[in-house]
Every structure is written in C-alpha cells, then in structure tokens.
C-alpha cells in the first residue's frame, strides 16, 4: 500500500465508462480514464460536467484528474498524469498479466450504486425470488487472482469474513453517505504522457455524496476517498500527489484562482463582473 488520501470538493446501464454522482446538489461526472466532473464521449471530454445547483445547468468546472510523481532510489522521476482525455497515463482497470477484450468490459467502466439499492439488498438478499440489482451483483469487490489483480478493490462489507465479494450470502458495497461511484486506474498500460518513467501505481476511487438539507456544505459537496498502491519495485521518496482541475466559472477566459491557507483550501472566481457578453460557456477554449 503506498498511501490513501480524502478530497473534498465543495460547491441500470452495465459497462458504462462515465456516469454521474447526483445524490445532492451537485451532479458530477466521473469517467472509467480518471477524467472527473466532466461529459466524457469515447474518452474524451464534449462538455462540463459538474453541474451546481443540480438541475440549472450550470456547471463550474471543466475537467478535474488526479496527479502523481516521485523519485526512486537514483532519483530517477516517475509520474502519471492526465489531460482532457487524449493526452494520459492513467488507463481504466487495475494492473493486470493478461489485458484483453474481456478485461476491458469488466474494468473500462464506473460502477455506482446507491444506499437505497443496498439497503433493498440487505433486507432481501436471503427471500426466495429475490432479484439482485445488477449494481449490486457486478459490483467489483475482487479482482481475478488468476491474472494476479488486487484481491481487494472495491470495498464491500464481508459478512463471512472470507475476504470474497459474495453478494448472494449477504456481502453488499461498502460505501458513505447515499450514493457512490467506483473506478480503478493505473499507469502500467499506457505510454507516458508526462514524459517521464512509469510509477506502476494503481489507484482506486471512490466517490460519493451525502444528502442533507439541514447542512448546505453537505449537501453541495462531492467527496473522494483514493487509495494508490504501489505494485512497482521501487520505493518511491519525495512524492507529490496534486489534483489538476481545469475551472470554467462562466466564460473561462478570465477565471481567477486563491487560496485560504487557514482552511487549507482553494477557491475559484470570476476576474470580471458580469462575464464578457459573447464568450463560450463551459468549452475548452
């Protein structure tokens, strides 16, 4: 295990590769290559795609992906990165010895389930003619041990204990708040786009939103619980982990960045107001 981090964002298809977080007041878009809070097509980014209040069409940010990089032990550098959609290092699916056409069903996707759906399952599960939600049943605990995948991915509740996701004996997704998206990624696959040695890190991501009237932060925030494992030989020092995010508040050719550092937290606003009349909304310039 390398490290495990929480960021904070404030403000029944099967083998989908994007869906949306929307359980609050925020609809964010999350894609099985790591692009975050954006339409994705093909794997590539169309359209903003994190959408506050929910339902304005409204959104504040183009893209959002996640970062890495560190030194080995002759202090060569390694890194992954990504950049609206043709230009990464992160590729859908947990590191693997055998990449084919079946690997990339079960992995080139996001998988979201909601606290309703497993509530319905842990009353249910043990009724005769009880149907399982697919959400439920494809969720991917485990990875394929014959293939030397991560044993654990997806994280689930074990009643038994045996470390197998087996949601036919009462095993269902462990996840906050009341609804969640899953998604793995790593650096092995691909080619380097940082222009830099390969970390061989798998990343793990869960998403999830919690509904609360009574509490606006609540209820406006996108929370992200990431866990990197290191599946290379080396032991990596001086590492930086950063989360690249491309903001479109309005027209997004005058956008303005600061920082609280009391708060531990940044912010985004617009250099002009109102916003120049004629300039795109939400498109990459």
């Not at 930086?240 to 309005?250: E, H, I, K």
Request: net charge negative; hydrophobic share 35%; charged share 15%.
């Amino acid at each position: 295990l390398f490290t495990a981090c929480l960021t904070v964002f404030c403000f029944d298809t099967y083998a989908q590769n994007m869906e949306y977080l929307d359980a609050n007041n925020v609809k964010a878009g999350f894609s099985s290559t790591g692009l975050m809070f954006s339409k994705v097509t093909n794997g590539i980014i169309n359209n903003s795609g994190y959408e506050v209040p929910i339902g304005s069409g409204k959104n504040a940010i183009f893209t959002s992906s996640l970062w890495l990089s560190g030194l080995d032990n002759t202090n060569s550098l390694h890194g992954a990165v990504t950049r609206y959609g043709a230009k990464e290092d992160w590729i859908a699916g947990p590191i693997s010895t055998h990449y084919d056409s079946l690997y990339d069903s079960l992995y080139n996707r996001v998988y979201k389930v909601s606290r309703q759906e497993i509530d319905i399952h842990r009353a249910n599960y043990f009724k005769p003619g009880y149907s399982m939600p697919s959400a439920i049943q494809q969720w991917p605990g485990n990875g394929r041990f014959q293939f030397n995948e991560t044993a654990q991915m997806a994280p689930f509740v074990d009643k038994n204990s045996n470390g197998i996701y087996e949601p036919d004996l009462g095993d269902y997704p462990d996840i906050i708040g009341e609804q969640a998206v899953f998604f793995t990624l790593n650096d092995a696959r691909s080619n380097s786009y940082a222009n830099c040695l390969k970390m061989n890190i798998e990343l793990h991501v869960l998403a999830y939103a919690v509904q609360c009237n009574q509490d606006s932060v609540l209820n406006n925030t996108v929370f992200l619980r990431l866990k990197f494992i290191n599946k290379s030989l080396n032991d990596y020092h001086d590492v930086y982990f950063s989360n690249y995010v491309d903001p479109d508040l309005g027209c997004q050719w005058n956008d303005r960045v600061g920082c609280d550092t009391l708060s531990n937290s940044y912010y985004v606003y617009n250099g002009t107001a109102p916003d120049p009349d004629g300039c795109a909304i939400g498109f990459l310039g």
